[in-house]
């Protein structure tokens, strides 16, 4: 059973930038495609960033392409998501999530929503101001 543990979130000002992390315990991430997803207030769970599992293929959100860059350290078991030029727009809680052993992304699950993703950590809040 994989256990996965967001950090790194914070209160920032517009155009700072900052960087999750994601841990995972309980097993390797090496076989695993991962995601970050975003709920902002009042507002449905959205795709942010993901990486395969093989290959390290990246997948963005529109919202945040050419901003936000997602990567994984294998051996350290943590998958990152490096925000630059932060909005206020960005303000959310931010989702780290584990597709099950060898599955690729699911590129079209803009939610999170598809099944494909079989763990979840808890979140961690960004909160941007103007």
């Known amino acids: 059973q994989m256990q996965l543990a967001e950090s790194g979130g914070g209160s920032v000002q517009a155009g700072d930038s900052l960087r999750l992390s994601c841990t995972a315990s309980?097993?390797?991430?090496?076989?695993?495609?991962m995601g970050w997803f975003r709920q902002p207030p009042g507002k449905e769970r959205e795709f942010v960033a993901a990486?395969?599992?093989?290959?390290?293929?990246?997948f963005y959100g529109d919202p945040v392409k050419g901003r936000f860059t997602i990567s994984r350290d294998n051996d350290k078991n943590t998958v990152y998501l490096q925000m630059n030029s932060l909005k206020p727009d960005d303000t959310a809680v931010y989702y780290c999530?584990?597709?099950?052993?060898?599955?690729?992304?699911?590129?079209?699950?803009?939610?999170?929503?598809?099944?494909?993703?079989?763990?979840w950590g808890q979140g961690t809040q960004v909160t941007v101001s103007s």
């Open positions: 999530a584990a597709v099950r052993d060898y599955g690729p992304v699911p590129e079209n699950d803009r939610t999170g929503a598809s099944g494909a993703y079989d763990y």
């Open positions: 990486i395969s599992w093989i290959g390290g293929v990246t």
């Open positions: 309980g097993q390797t991430i090496l076989r695993n495609s």
